[in-house]
């Protein structure tokens, strides 16, 4: 249907909605089920079964498969039912973790998916986009990304990146007026919005008019591609290592093979074991669980309120060394209430908390009427008409029965304090829309910093209400209100202007002036620039935001982290310097840059001067990008963060680029790797910690699960050499890999951080995974670990006169204790008696149950022929136990020795 060309109320018919109220949540259900929700086909999922059968997929497992096959066929019929039911088990296991992996993923998705601001029943309220309805009345705003085709009614200085849809770069402005043509090219239909844009610029109002498939972008929704999955550097670097690791392990199983054979021992003893000992050593699992750790830790950061979009980001947390916070919202609580007021060098206190507006007005001291004071009046009624914010009040039931009434802002909260000081004046917008009517309106931009309405009153007189900050909107005054006149704005009168301004800015309040311009009758506006001149200033509002309670502690904590913070904000130099030595972001001495003065540096002054600053005040976005690429250049991984449109450039260039979830724009939260939903800095801190202990538990694994291979493959390698009989049975060998690979390893991501992990500097990017002496661990340990499995085997072997059950059995259980202690090793950097190891109570359960696996098989008299087992004696555990905690104990004591760093 070419919606373009019909007329606006046409529209409103023929999509069977409201103009006034929109649609009922009820007709939008009842649509909903009609045309089904509002997304694109996806391309297959991979189905369960498939991922199950993928298990089976390795190479190793499958010539174990064929071994134990001959096997059975050559009379081992147990060995070979057991083999395969292990092999299952391992199978099953790898699907859990796969599976949950994915889960946690997909959970983050929906987490993160947009949302559009539609009208149901007469109001505003944010709908899921999967939600959006044919004839949903929806608003839309500069950053948001347009998630259906929608035929606009109203717009405002709306302006449109088509890129997406059209190739077109340069973004199109758009109107609400009706096209006569026919057949227009989607790039030509001025009136429309369609899904996969995004705006630039204004605001505007509309009707969708399709969703999901039947969508211009649905259309060619088969040419996008389908979502590809995140592989983080690490993973990829583990599956290189992995890869060189299988050749490790399968060299040195050959070599066990072939020195068995050397040494007498029968053909198709040591082919089933040798295979046995690559499947158990291959470390298979290695990206696989990398994957788990990811996921799980993740799924921690959700719970502190952290979205990861992009999981490489998970990694490049951990290495951060500066974050860029911006001011309003992230380090204070963007709760603004209006304090104080300025006009004509008088100064007034407004009293009262927060958005309720009950305040008075007090001048010296002294009560007074605001509304009888003319510039006073004009101050807070013009800030009214000049906000879109709206204070609604809310009863909410208190605990003991009593109705408590809330005042829920709607809106900007800059706007929103203006529009509570008017009300504390007894101004209202129903009110004020009597004696006057809105005709246009320039939006805000965080680049001009102000933002313009044009109002006619009764007369039919228009007049243009601009407010904005202060230092730019009075740079466009010619004059300003002095009480009962008015007065040219002169050098003298702008010293007194900043005096003001720097007086309120330093009492950490935040100023907008309001200023105004009556349009002649027949003047033309035909651009921003123009229309926001010659301005006459009424006065200055200040209000306060205080910092948020517990951001003070996380930038102590950061800064005992290494990590650096930096304030940006487009807000005043002083107001900024205030807040930042409240936050002790700015030392005594610290240096603060506004934007003019960044404006004038050259990229490499800026790098030269940049780990002086600590605040960045009057920036525009543009500068964010800068600033980010000059602490690139000084070799710091950044993090910043933005909310606007403009802040895009930013975020993507930054090693973590971060949106914030309340106030962010889509734009903002699509260019990110990392979601605040509470738009709070203390997340920050948190997913930092978590990317350091994410990246931690990894070595966790990677420490235990090679340590072991390394231990399993030198008591088999050992035994040949040496001559002795095979220590361990081939189903032995499988079923070590069962269940000390499988919770254990599983429980130690799930590890909570180290207690110094925040105290440690933010590791180097180029950092490897076995750095910090971690080849060493896994190699004593793993030796040692061997080295007390042939004792423990040779020990009994002798005792008992060559009873190869028994001794195998005691070097299956040492080697399996011996690990599942060496287990609680791992959790630490420095060593077992640094940490409690009963802190990670899953750990402790996992080892328990392992435990509990390993008593299954040698006492349970039926499973004792499959694994070839014999009950072991009490004196007998004390020698399993004795050996099997060595490796551990005395290594780890070892470590207690030297200092920690
Ligand atoms: P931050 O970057 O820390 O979030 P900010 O909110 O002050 O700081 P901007 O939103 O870019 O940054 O605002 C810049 C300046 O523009 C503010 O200091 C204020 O003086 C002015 N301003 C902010 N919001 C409005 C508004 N709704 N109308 C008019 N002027 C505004």
């Given at each position: 249907m070419s919606w373009y060309r019909d007329e606006v109320k046409e529209v409103i018919r023929?999509?069977?909605?409201?103009s006034d109220q929109g649609l009922s949540e009820k007709e939008a259900k009842?649509?909903?089920?009609?045309?089904?929700?509002?997304?694109?086909?996806?391309?297959?999922?991979?189905?369960?079964?498939?991922?199950?059968?993928?298990?089976?997929?390795?190479?190793?497992?499958?010539?174990?498969?064929?071994?134990?096959?001959?096997?059975?066929?050559?009379?081992?019929?147990?060995?070979?039912?057991?083999?395969?039911?292990?092999?299952?088990?391992?199978?099953?296991?790898?699907?859990?973790?796969?599976?949950?992996?994915?889960?946690?993923?997909?959970?983050?998705?929906?987490?993160?998916?947009?949302?559009?601001?539609?009208?149901?029943?007469?109001?505003?309220?944010?709908?899921?986009?999967?939600?959006?309805?044919?004839?949903?009345?929806?608003?839309?705003?500069?950053?948001?990304?347009?998630?259906?085709?929608?035929?606009?009614?109203?717009?405002?200085?709306?302006?449109?990146?088509?890129?997406?849809?059209?190739?077109?770069?340069?973004?199109?402005?758009?109107?609400?007026?009706?096209?006569?043509?026919?057949?227009?090219?989607?790039?030509?239909?001025?009136?429309?919005?369609?899904?996969?844009?995004?705006?630039?610029?204004g605001n505007g109002i509309g009707v969708v008019v399709g969703t999901g498939m039947k969508t211009e972008m649905g259309k060619i929704a088969h040419l996008l591609q389908t979502t590809e999955s995140q592989v983080t550097p690490l993973q990829l670097r583990l599956e290189q290592l992995g890869?060189?690791?299988?050749?490790?392990?399968?060299?040195?199983?050959?070599?066990?093979?072939?020195?068995?054979?050397?040494?007498?021992?029968?053909?198709?003893?040591?082919?089933?074991?040798?295979?046995?000992?690559?499947?158990?050593?291959?470390?298979?699992?290695?990206?696989?669980?990398?994957?788990?750790?990811?996921?799980?830790?993740?799924?921690?950061?959700?719970?502190?309120?952290?979205?990861?979009?992009?999981?490489?980001?998970?990694?490049?947390?951990?290495?951060?060394?500066?974050?860029?916070?911006?001011?309003?919202?992230?380090?204070?609580?963007?709760?603004?209430?209006?304090?104080?007021?300025?006009?004509?060098?008088?100064?007034?206190?407004?009293?009262?908390?927060?958005?309720?507006?009950?305040g008075s007005f007090v001048e010296n001291g002294k009560a007074i009427q605001p509304i009888q004071t003319r510039e006073l009046a004009q101050l807070l009624s013009f800030g009214l008409l000049c906000s879109h914010a709206t204070i609604t009040e809310q009863q909410k039931d208190s605990r003991f029965g009593r109705a408590k009434t809330q005042y829920v802002l709607d809106g900007d909260p800059t706007e929103g304090a203006m529009v509570v000081a008017a009300l504390k004046a007894g101004y209202s917008k129903e009110g004020l829309a009597k004696q006057y009517q809105i005709v246009q309106e320039f939006p805000f931009d965080s680049t001009r910093k102000m933002m313009s309405v044009i109002v006619k009153d009764r007369s039919g007189q228009r007049i243009l209400i601009t407010k904005g900050a202060p230092d730019v909107v009075t740079g466009r005054s010619s004059q300003m209100i002095d009480q009962n006149r008015t007065r040219k704005v002169d050098s003298k009168t702008r010293n007194e202007l900043e005096n003001a301004i720097a007086d309120m800015a330093s009492q950490a309040l935040r100023t907008i002036a309001i200023a105004f311009r009556v349009l002649s009758p027949g003047?033309?506006?035909?651009?921003?620039?123009?229309?926001?001149?010659?301005?006459?200033?009424?006065?200055?509002?200040?209000?306060?935001?205080?910092?948020?309670?517990?951001?003070?502690?996380?930038?102590?904590?950061?800064?005992?982290?290494?990590?650096?913070?930096?304030?940006?904000?487009?807000?005043?130099?002083?107001?900024?310097?205030?807040?930042?030595?409240?936050?002790?972001?700015?030392?005594?001495?610290?240096?603060?840059?506004?934007?003019?003065?960044?404006?004038?540096?050259?990229?490499?002054?800026?790098?030269?001067?940049?780990?002086?600053?600590?605040?960045?005040?009057?920036?525009?976005?543009?500068?964010?990008?800068?600033?980010?690429?000059?602490?690139?250049?000084?070799?710091?991984?950044?993090?910043?963060?933005?909310?606007?449109?403009?802040?895009?450039?930013?975020?993507?260039?930054?090693?973590?680029?971060?949106?914030?979830?309340?106030?962010?724009?889509?734009?903002a939260k699509e260019a990110s790797s990392l979601i605040l939903s509470d738009d709070n800095f203390s997340t920050i801190k948190e997913a930092i910690k978590e990317g350091r202990n994410i990246y931690e538990n990894i070595r966790k694994f990677i420490r235990y699960m090679l340590a072991s291979n390394v231990g399993e493959i030198l008591v088999m390698l050992f035994a040949m050499i040496l001559g002795l009989p095979l220590p361990l049975a081939a189903i032995q060998i499988l079923w070590i890999n069962l269940v000390t690979d499988g919770l254990p390893a599983m429980a130690l991501g799930m590890d909570q951080a180290e207690g110094d992990v925040m105290k440690r500097k933010p590791r180097s990017p180029n950092e490897g995974v076995f750095a910090r002496g971690l080849t060493w661990k896994i190699l004593s340990r793993g030796f040692m670990i061997g080295a007390v499995t042939l004792a423990a085997f040779w020990m009994v072997y002798q005792e008992h006169d060559g009873d190869l059950t028994r001794a195998q059995t005691i070097a299956f259980l040492t080697l399996v204790m011996a690990q599942l202690i060496h287990v609680f090793d791992c959790r630490s950097e420095y060593s077992v008696y640094h940490r409690n190891p009963f802190e990670n109570i899953y750990l402790v359960a996992a080892v328990l149950i392992s435990t509990g696996l390993m008593l299954a098989v040698i006492y349970i008299p039926s499973l004792q022929p499959i694994f070839h087992t014999v009950p072991v004696s009490l004196r007998e555990w004390f020698l399993v136990l004795g050996l099997a905690s060595i490796p551990t104990v005395v290594l780890g004591g070892f470590q207690l020795l030297k200092p920690k760093k």
């Open positions: 023929k999509a069977g909605t409201d009842k649509r909903l089920k009609q045309v089904g929700p509002n997304k694109l086909d996806e391309g297959k999922k991979i189905s369960a079964l498939l991922v199950f059968i993928g298990q089976f997929k390795d190479f190793m497992v499958l010539v174990l498969l064929a071994a134990t096959l001959i096997s059975g066929l050559i009379g081992e019929v147990i060995d070979a039912i057991t083999i395969m039911c292990i092999v299952l088990l391992n199978g099953v296991l790898g699907f859990v973790q796969e599976r949950r992996a994915e889960k946690s993923l997909d959970a983050l998705k929906e987490l993160s998916a947009p949302q559009m601001t539609a009208k149901r029943d007469g109001q505003w309220v944010k709908v899921p986009s999967i939600d959006i309805v044919p004839g949903d009345l929806v608003r839309v705003e500069s950053g948001d990304r347009i998630s259906a085709d929608i035929r606009l009614i109203q717009t405002n200085e709306l302006r449109v990146d088509e890129a997406s849809l059209t190739g077109e770069s340069v973004p199109v402005q758009k109107n609400s007026q009706s096209l006569i043509e026919e057949e227009l090219e989607v790039g030509d239909q001025e009136n429309m919005l369609f899904m996969g844009t995004m705006i630039t610029q890869k060189m690791l299988i050749a490790v392990a399968l060299l040195l199983t050959g070599l066990v093979v072939v020195i068995g054979l050397l040494q007498g021992h029968e053909l198709n003893t040591m082919f089933l074991s040798g295979v046995s000992l690559a499947v158990a050593a291959i470390p298979e699992g290695l990206p696989a669980i990398v994957t788990v750790a990811l996921a799980l830790g993740v799924q921690r950061m959700i719970k502190r309120k952290g979205i990861v979009r992009k999981l490489p980001a998970v990694e490049t947390l951990g290495c951060a060394s500066v974050i860029c916070s911006d001011k309003t919202g992230t380090l204070t609580q963007n709760k603004m209430t209006v304090t104080k007021l300025w006009s004509g060098g008088r100064f007034w206190d407004v009293t009262g908390t927060g958005f309720e507006p009950k003047e033309i506006l035909s651009n921003v620039e123009e229309a926001e001149s010659r301005l006459t200033l009424i006065g200055i509002q200040g209000m306060i935001d205080p910092p948020r309670p517990e951001v003070k502690q996380s930038i102590a904590e950061c800064h005992e982290a290494g990590i650096r913070t930096l304030m940006i904000t487009g807000d005043h130099k002083l107001t900024a310097a205030a807040i930042a030595k409240q936050l002790n972001i700015l030392p005594d001495g610290g240096k603060v840059m506004d934007g003019q003065s960044l404006s004038k540096l050259s990229d490499q002054e800026l790098a030269a001067s940049i780990d002086d600053m600590y605040v960045f005040a009057r920036v525009s976005p543009q500068h964010k990008l800068r600033i980010v690429q000059a602490l690139q250049e000084n070799g710091h991984i950044v993090a910043m963060t933005g909310d606007g449109v403009n802040d895009a450039p930013a975020i993507k260039a930054a090693n973590i680029g971060i949106a914030m979830g309340i106030t962010g724009t889509d734009v």
